[in-house]
């Protein structure tokens, strides 16, 4: 559909330059098209964003409730009504089409319902538990329901409790799969691996699960804390470290993989500018470093016209890409 899409458009463009198509014509070619959204795809994206909020806020405006409304209301008032909600929700999800977006927004009421749940269960009682825990139980209990619900939106919710107990562990017990690297690294390698290992999970089934294909948005979210840790981690070892070696091999794989991945097989704008800025700040960071020890306050003038000049070239290659990727 996106490819489709994209070859309407160039059409468009080719019939405008060459003066087949008037321009005062354009806006009705685009409507004709498709590729401009008619009042009926605008009530549909309405009504849909209207069905996710409101499905969020019930959820989130049932804990607020609670919390505001703590020493008010009794503790078998408050697990009712959380217990109901999520009854309520699952009543709605296996009612409705699975297809159906509200379907998925009640299942996804539902997992954050559960953890306002695990939540409240932890505060009333005082099990003493972690808080690490909590999201990494509230992670383990709504797997079931990421599997069956294939909806981005859930999966993703999914990640970033993991992602967060991740965080809680490391300053918990301030080490996480130390055997292999250093405490002080733990953590941002660890985020590196999980998003990065879940952004490739996706691709290789995402051709077995047509709902993935649709879902860029999310893929693209997990890649940015991915690929956010390791260019924070090659950072943290050149401004912090005598040597990079490790880190910065990583990165160059990481980069290269990016490249021949979302340039060649899977044509993604946005994962490679993403792979653009994180040079641009590595390679910024390493010359900043270097040049200011050299030539010290004209080092500082000489970096500014080396990212503007990394940015300028970063952008034409981008735009070169996407005019080649428009005519195929």
Known sequence: MMKQSS????????LLENNYLKPENTTYALKLSGISPDALRWRNFIDTLLLVLAGLAIAVGIMFFIAYNWDEIGKFTQF??????IIISMIIYFRADKEKIAAKIALTAASILLGVLLALFGQTYQTGADTWELFFNWALLILPWVFIGRFATIWVIWIVLIDISILLYYKTFGSLLGTFFSSK?????????????????????????PW?????????????????????????????????IIPTLVWILY?????FIYRNIKHDLFMLAGGCFS???VVTVFLGKHLTKTFHEFGLFL??????????????WLKNLYKEWHNE
């Not at 070859?7 to 080719?14: A, E, M, N, Q, Y």
């Open 255 to 259: 980069l290269t993989a990016l490249y």
């Open 80 to 85: 009712s009504l959380v217990e109901i909600s």
């Open 185 to 209: 690294d733990t953590l941002l390698w660890s985020m590196f691996i999980f998003n990065t290992a879940m952004v490739l999970l996706g691709e290789v089934i995402s051709p077995y699960q």
């Open 7 to 14: 070859k309407l458009r160039s059409g468009i463009t080719f």
């Open 279 to 281: 040079a641009i700040l």
């Open 212 to 244: 993935l294909k649709k879902e860029y948005w999310a893929k693209r979210f997990i890649m940015v804390i991915g690929g956010s840790s390791i260019t924070w981690l090659v950072i943290v070892y050149i401004l912090d470290r005598d040597t990079a």
């Open 303 to 316: 970096l500014m016209f080396i990212v503007v000049g990394m940015g300028a070239l970063s952008a034409i």
